[in-house]
């Protein structure tokens, strides 16, 4: 993982959705935060599905392939992994991924993109 | 030491299919490719449908990277002007000249536009490249009326583009006494003329077009019989001609009508150069089909690569659908008596014609023609190409079994050789398919047309593709089972019981106890509609949202830009004019673009994630309720007004329509469904086109089911007659419950009859027969779904848990989404298009 020094203060873990997205405001920018319950896992995304330029990804469904977590876009049900951005589905580019951690009940996400 | 340099001229199909095949076979070769057009290799084959939504991007043969990821040169925009065979070199327009060692011409072909006075007319265009397609639809905004010149395959195509394009007015003129004269005789014409006509296309044959009128721009045609058409604008489609300029500029031999003369291993007279697709001349023929084009580039990446192969001619046989009509021919589709027999199918009513030649001693199939219907096409070629040895009556082949059932349909397949080619396109045969399913790698289609690639090209022989993978999972022993995904290795009707059994009453529950892993975007949504199904529980509870799909999730539908639409229900099409004017200060109020559905009902579009409680609120303190316009369940059931307003109607069709809307409502199955009531046998509900639909008889309602609208359009078939309202209503519990009970994902009622052994007999034997004996349970089992129904937006709204969600930002939930934007149109608003090219 890349250096951090600006870690956004997204929301508070009872905030985010289980098993699901939010979304998160960031300046005039979108970040989809997942709460991987199911794993005890955290991702941060783009919000932008890179297939029709919609701001949706947050309200998509996760899951898994094989073991690789993955969001589906609500529109067209692209599917991009949750862990390195690619596209799964398709040839639509990959999306950009950031970091996540949390400190006393708070969610940060790291907002210089990981890829 | 050096890779050998490869240069190949032309970006085409062909092109990009030789350096696919190439690079999959060897990375050795430095390959460079110089197109001229401005973008990348792109599907000419589905050219038309660009007018139809595609996009560029969609019709792309392959992304952005992919070049670069095969090590590939692609030089766009950028042809090749001038070939020094001497020094092996090639000169490009923008000024630079690179080496060879080996040349591949595959230039393709461009329009052939015959030399009338007036030709260079504005208004006239020919019909090739997106860069034509963008200049047609330019100016067919200002045309009432258009020609098109030509009467073959691709004629036809540019016709039916025009007329998507909106254009009144469409006439195609052909020279040839008939339509598509390499394909089809006179007798197919004729049919093929008449269904044209049927869509308001005026075709005119034996017409020689002598000059083209118009000041500067295209007015009218003049014919050699003297006769004149008034157009406003003109494709030429007469054919096409070889690209071989460059070749014969560099004195590489053509042929005397064009074309660059190649041998089996497609090379030219100059042994480094090579020529394949529709540039190339091979043994007196240019091959304007995709699938020679393709079997050149494969013989000439294998022949580079020390393997040893060779092109000798290629079956012409083509099918394809012309604006919604079958069009196929095969093997030797002229052959006459007394060389051969023919057997000749014609139903002028139903627009169908079929012709099969078969050899004098009725031993084997020669070739056809099929227009109207061309389902058996894919057995017939097999049956010609192969030399099946023919059944005792051949025209079973095109006419079905007699005795009313339909021949198995492996039957067929069965009999095929294992060489016999099942993928013309990629080159695949029966033997490589079964092989691959049989060795255990490829048991989905998905997985089939990533390891043979059968099916990737034009798609037209994977009905037969996934025929021939069920037969050969079948003789293996394999139980054959639609399992859901990775997660689940069962049935959706497998499903359904165990759920049932272990009472679940969630995702994670059902997920934990029955399946693995975490879960994906097939089986979420499935699950919960077997839960919905089942429980009938509000579906946004127990954490459930999540395992929605996104309508489901936020009980509205989402629509192009993000924001989403309302309907709220209107049963039997009846509202009263203060609900109407609710309906209207509300989307004034929230700013909503209003539309009447196909449904009898109101669509508001364009409201914000935020704004839905709120709406809802509105609509439900005026009495309205959720219409499930969202959901996989029923939508609406659609009445005429009957008979207390109209005087030819025998019963109260509304009355009954919001008896049956408010009886189903909510209730959750595999797929949406719809329905109607009709007072009289004048059908203006249309409920034959309906999941089940309900018609007025002098002594009481007839019953039809699965029916569709949509994409494959579907009559509803007659279940039972002159019913009273209570037979009808227990006839229709007992067939929803069967439906939802047994139905594959996302299967509409009519593909659910579609597939059901025994059809309407065999459903009708279980509705009102009650064969299998489930009619008690499933009465009951619908009972307590309608007991239980509850407006799903009005829990939504009262439960604080539920309504947080409805926010788009977590940190500034009174944000809405800045991105959404609308546009004006007619007085209303409107979504921006898609923000990509």
């Given at each position: 993982?890349?250096?951090?020094?600006?870690?956004?203060?997204?929301?508070?873990?009872?905030?985010?959705?289980?098993?699901?997205?939010?979304?998160?405001?960031?300046?005039?920018?979108?970040?989809?935060?997942?709460?991987?319950?199911?794993?005890?896992?955290?991702?941060?995304?783009?919000?932008?599905?890179?297939?029709?330029?919609?701001?949706?990804?947050?309200?998509?469904?996760?899951?898994?392939?094989?073991?690789?977590?993955?969001?589906?876009?609500?529109?067209?049900?692209?599917?991009?992994?949750?862990?390195?951005g690619e596209c799964l589905s398709g040839d639509e580019c990959a999306i950009k991924t950031y970091p996540v951690k949390i400190e006393n009940g708070t969610v940060y996400i790291g907002t210089t993109p990981k890829s | 030491m050096k890779e050998p340099q490869i240069i190949v001229i032309g970006n085409g199909m062909v092109g990009y299919k030789f350096c696919e095949k190439l690079r999959s076979k060897t990375s050795s070769f430095n390959l460079i490719v110089f197109g001229e057009e401005p973008r990348r290799a792109y599907d000419r084959v589905h050219l038309s449908e660009y007018f139809n939504g595609k996009t560029a991007d969609d019709l792309s043969l392959s992304t952005e990277n992919w070049y670069q990821e095969q090590n590939i040169t692609l030089f766009l925009n950028n042809p090749i002007v001038k070939i020094d065979r001497g020094l092996q070199k090639v000169y490009t327009a923008s000024g630079l000249d690179y080496h060879y060692d080996i040349l591949v011409f595959a230039t393709g072909s461009g329009a052939f536009v015959p030399n009338i006075p007036g030709i260079e007319k504005e208004g006239v265009f020919v019909y090739r490249t997106i860069e034509d397609l963008d200049l047609i639809s330019g100016y067919a905004k200002k045309a009432k009326t258009a020609s098109v010149i030509g009467g073959g395959l691709l004629?036809?195509?540019?016709?039916?583009?025009?007329?998507?394009?909106?254009?009144?007015?469409?006439?195609?003129?052909?020279?040839?006494?008939?339509?598509?004269?390499?394909?089809?005789?006179?007798?197919?014409?004729?049919?093929?003329?008449?269904?044209?006509?049927?869509?308001?296309?005026?075709?005119?044959?034996?017409?020689?077009?002598?000059?083209?009128?118009?000041?500067?721009?295209?007015?009218?045609?003049?014919?050699?019989?003297?006769?004149?058409?008034?157009?406003?604008?003109?494709?030429?489609?007469?054919?096409?001609?070889?690209?071989?300029?460059?070749?014969?500029?560099?004195?590489?031999?053509?042929?005397?009508?064009?074309?660059?003369?190649?041998?089996?291993?497609?090379?030219?007279?100059?042994?480094?150069?090579?020529?394949?697709?529709?540039?190339?001349?091979?043994?007196?023929?240019?091959?304007?089909?995709?699938?020679?084009?393709?079997?050149?580039?494969?013989?000439?990446?294998?022949?580079?690569?020390?393997?040893?192969?060779?092109?000798?001619?290629?079956?012409?046989?083509?099918?394809?659908?012309?604006?919604?009509?079958?069009?196929?021919?095969?093997?030797?589709?002229?052959?006459?008596?007394?060389?051969?027999?023919?057997?000749?199918?014609?139903?002028?009513?139903?627009?169908?014609?079929?012709?099969?030649?078969?050899?004098?001693?009725?031993?084997?199939?020669?070739?056809?023609?099929?227009?109207?219907?061309?389902?058996?096409?894919?057995?017939?070629?097999?049956?010609?190409?192969?030399?099946?040895?023919?059944?005792?009556?051949?025209?079973?082949?095109?006419?079905?079994?007699?005795?009313?059932?339909?021949?198995?349909?492996?039957?067929?397949?069965?009999?095929?050789?294992?060489?016999?080619?099942?993928?013309?396109?990629?080159?695949?045969?029966?033997?490589?398919?079964?092989?691959?399913?049989?060795?255990?790698?490829?048991?989905?289609?998905?997985?089939?047309?990533?390891?043979?690639?059968?099916?990737?090209?034009?798609?037209?022989?994977?009905?037969?593709?996934?025929?021939?993978?069920?037969?050969?999972?079948?003789?293996?022993?394999?139980?054959?089972?639609?399992?859901?995904?990775?997660?689940?290795?069962?049935?959706?009707?497998?499903?359904?019981?165990?759920?049932?059994?272990?009472?679940?009453?969630?995702?994670?529950?059902?997920?934990?106890?029955?399946?693995?892993?975490?879960?994906?975007?097939?089986?979420?949504?499935?699950?919960?509609?077997?839960?919905?199904?089942?429980?009938?529980?509000?579906?946004?509870?127990?954490?459930?949202?999540?395992?929605?799909?996104?309508?489901?999730?936020?009980?509205?539908?989402?629509?192009?830009?993000?924001?989403?639409?309302?309907?709220?229900?209107?049963?039997?099409?009846?509202?009263?004019?203060?609900?109407?004017?609710?309906?209207?200060?509300?989307?004034?109020?929230?700013?909503?673009?209003?539309?009447?559905?196909?449904?009898?009902?109101?669509?508001?579009?364009?409201?914000?994630?935020?704004?839905?409680?709120?709406?809802?609120?509105?609509?439900?303190?005026?009495?309205?309720?959720?219409?499930?316009?969202?959901?996989?369940?029923?939508?609406?059931?659609?009445?005429?007004?009957?008979?207390?307003?109209?005087?030819?109607?025998?019963?109260?069709?509304?009355?009954?329509?919001?008896?049956?809307?408010?009886?189903?409502?909510?209730?959750?199955?595999?797929?949406?469904?719809?329905?109607?009531?009709?007072?009289?046998?004048?059908?203006?509900?249309?409920?034959?086109?309906?999941?089940?639909?309900?018609?007025?008889?002098?002594?009481?309602?007839?019953?039809?089911?699965?029916?569709?609208?949509?994409?494959?359009?579907?009559?509803?078939?007659?279940?039972?007659?002159?019913?009273?309202?209570?037979?009808?209503?227990?006839?229709?519990?007992?067939?929803?419950?069967?439906?939802?009970?047994?139905?594959?994902?996302?299967?509409?009622?009519?593909?659910?009859?579609?597939?059901?052994?025994?059809?309407?007999?065999?459903?009708?034997?279980?509705?009102?027969?009650?064969?299998?004996?489930?009619?008690?349970?499933?009465?009951?089992?619908?009972?307590?779904?309608?007991?239980?129904?509850?407006?799903?937006?009005?829990?939504?709204?009262?439960?604080?848990?539920?309504?947080?969600?409805?926010?788009?930002?977590?940190?500034?939930?009174?944000?809405?989404?800045?991105?959404?934007?609308?546009?004006?149109?007619?007085?209303?608003?409107?979504?921006?298009?898609?923000?990509?090219?």
């Amino acid at each position: 993982m890349n250096e951090q020094s600006n870690w956004l203060a997204a929301c508070r873990v009872e905030d985010a959705i289980e098993n699901g997205g939010v979304c998160v405001k960031h300046g005039e920018d979108q970040i989809a935060l997942f709460y991987f319950t199911r794993r005890n896992e955290w991702y941060a995304t783009q919000n932008e599905c890179p297939h029709k330029k919609q701001m949706a990804l947050s309200r998509g469904m996760i899951g898994s392939t094989t073991d690789e977590p993955k969001v589906a876009c609500p529109f067209h049900k692209k599917t991009f992994s949750l862990s390195t951005g690619e596209c799964l589905s398709g040839d639509e580019c990959a999306i950009k991924t950031y970091p996540v951690k949390i400190e006393n009940g708070t969610v940060y996400i790291g907002t210089t993109p990981k890829s | 030491m050096k890779e050998p340099q490869i240069i190949v001229i032309g970006n085409g199909m062909v092109g990009y299919k030789f350096c696919e095949k190439l690079r999959s076979k060897t990375s050795s070769f430095n390959l460079i490719v110089f197109g001229e057009e401005p973008r990348r290799a792109y599907d000419r084959v589905h050219l038309s449908e660009y007018f139809n939504g595609k996009t560029a991007d969609d019709l792309s043969l392959s992304t952005e990277n992919w070049y670069q990821e095969q090590n590939i040169t692609l030089f766009l925009n950028n042809p090749i002007v001038k070939i020094d065979r001497g020094l092996q070199k090639v000169y490009t327009a923008s000024g630079l000249d690179y080496h060879y060692d080996i040349l591949v011409f595959a230039t393709g072909s461009g329009a052939f536009v015959p030399n009338i006075p007036g030709i260079e007319k504005e208004g006239v265009f020919v019909y090739r490249t997106i860069e034509d397609l963008d200049l047609i639809s330019g100016y067919a905004k200002k045309a009432k009326t258009a020609s098109v010149i030509g009467g073959g395959l691709l004629g036809l195509e540019a016709a039916k583009a025009l007329i998507d394009l909106g254009i009144e007015k469409t006439s195609i003129i052909e020279f040839a006494p008939r339509l598509m004269p390499r394909q089809i005789d006179a007798a197919g014409s004729d049919m093929l003329k008449s269904k044209l006509a049927d869509l308001g296309l005026q075709i005119h044959l034996n017409k020689n077009t002598t000059s083209i009128e118009g000041d500067g721009r295209i007015t009218a045609l003049k014919f050699s019989d003297d006769t004149a058409l008034d157009v406003d604008m003109l494709v030429i489609s007469a054919g096409i001609k070889p690209r071989d300029e460059l070749a014969k500029a560099c004195g590489i031999e053509v042929g005397p009508r064009g074309g660059i003369v190649v041998d089996q291993k497609m090379q030219t007279n100059d042994p480094a150069i090579f020529a394949i697709g529709e540039c190339a001349l091979y043994d007196g023929m240019i091959y304007g089909l995709i699938a020679p084009g393709y079997e050149m580039a494969e013989v000439l990446a294998a022949n580079l690569c020390e393997g040893e192969k060779t092109f000798t001619g290629f079956d012409m046989s083509t099918k394809l659908k012309l604006i919604g009509i079958d069009v196929a021919s095969f093997g030797d589709n002229f052959i006459t008596e007394p060389d051969c027999r023919t057997i000749i199918f014609e139903n002028k009513h139903k627009g169908v014609y079929k012709r099969i030649n078969v050899s004098n001693d009725g031993q084997y199939l020669l070739g056809g023609i099929l227009i109207g219907d061309a389902t058996a096409y894919n057995l017939l070629l097999q049956t010609s190409n192969n030399r099946i040895v023919l059944p005792e009556n051949p025209e079973e082949l095109i006419l079905g079994a007699r005795g009313g059932s339909e021949p198995a349909g492996g039957a067929g397949i069965t009999g095929l050789p294992d060489g016999a080619l099942i993928c013309s396109c990629e080159g695949v045969s029966k033997g490589d398919i079964c092989a691959a399913v049989a060795d255990g790698s490829c048991e989905n289609i998905d997985d089939l047309k990533k390891c043979t690639k059968a099916g990737t090209g034009c798609g037209g022989c994977l009905p037969m593709v996934k025929d021939l993978m069920t037969y050969t999972l079948k003789s293996q022993g394999k139980y054959i089972k639609n399992v859901i995904c990775e997660h689940f290795n069962y049935s959706r009707q497998e499903l359904f019981d165990l759920i049932h059994i272990h009472e679940l009453k969630s995702y994670d529950e059902v997920l934990d106890a029955l399946g693995k892993n975490d879960g994906c975007e097939v089986c979420k949504p499935l699950v919960s509609s077997l839960l919905a199904s089942l429980w009938n529980e509000m579906i946004l509870k127990k954490g459930n949202d999540v395992a929605q799909d996104s309508n489901d999730r936020f009980l509205a539908n989402i629509q192009k830009g993000g924001s989403y639409s309302v309907v709220p229900r209107v049963p039997g099409g009846e509202i009263t004019p203060d609900k109407l004017i609710v309906i209207g200060e509300v989307a004034k109020k929230y700013n909503l673009y209003t539309k009447i559905t196909g449904g009898q009902r109101i669509d508001m579009f364009g409201a914000h994630l935020n704004d839905l409680p709120v709406i809802w609120e509105e609509l439900i303190a005026a009495g309205f309720e959720s219409g499930h316009a969202y959901g996989k369940g029923l939508r609406t059931v659609k009445s005429c007004v009957g008979s207390t307003w109209c005087r030819f109607g025998l019963h109260d069709s509304v009355s009954f329509a919001i008896r049956i809307e408010e009886r189903y409502r909510g209730i959750r199955a595999p797929h949406k469904f719809k329905s109607a009531v009709s007072g009289c046998i004048r059908e203006c509900a249309e409920a034959q086109s309906k999941d089940f639909g309900i018609i007025a008889t002098e002594k009481g309602w007839n019953l039809y089911v699965c029916g569709n609208g949509g994409s494959k359009p579907q009559h509803a078939l007659l279940l039972a007659t002159d019913l009273d309202s209570e037979t009808c209503i227990k006839y229709i519990d007992r067939f929803l419950m069967f439906y939802i009970r047994t139905a594959d994902p996302l299967t509409r009622t009519a593909t659910w009859l579609n597939k059901m052994e025994g059809g309407i007999d065999y459903l009708r034997n279980v509705i009102i027969n009650d064969s299998l004996g489930m009619a008690a349970q499933w009465e009951n089992e619908i009972e307590n779904l309608i007991a239980s129904y509850k407006c799903e937006w009005k829990e939504a709204v009262e439960n604080p848990a539920i309504r947080k969600r409805f926010s788009h930002f977590v940190n500034a939930p009174e944000d809405k989404d800045p991105t959404i934007e609308f546009v004006e149109m007619r007085g209303q608003k409107r979504t921006v298009e898609w923000k990509t090219v």
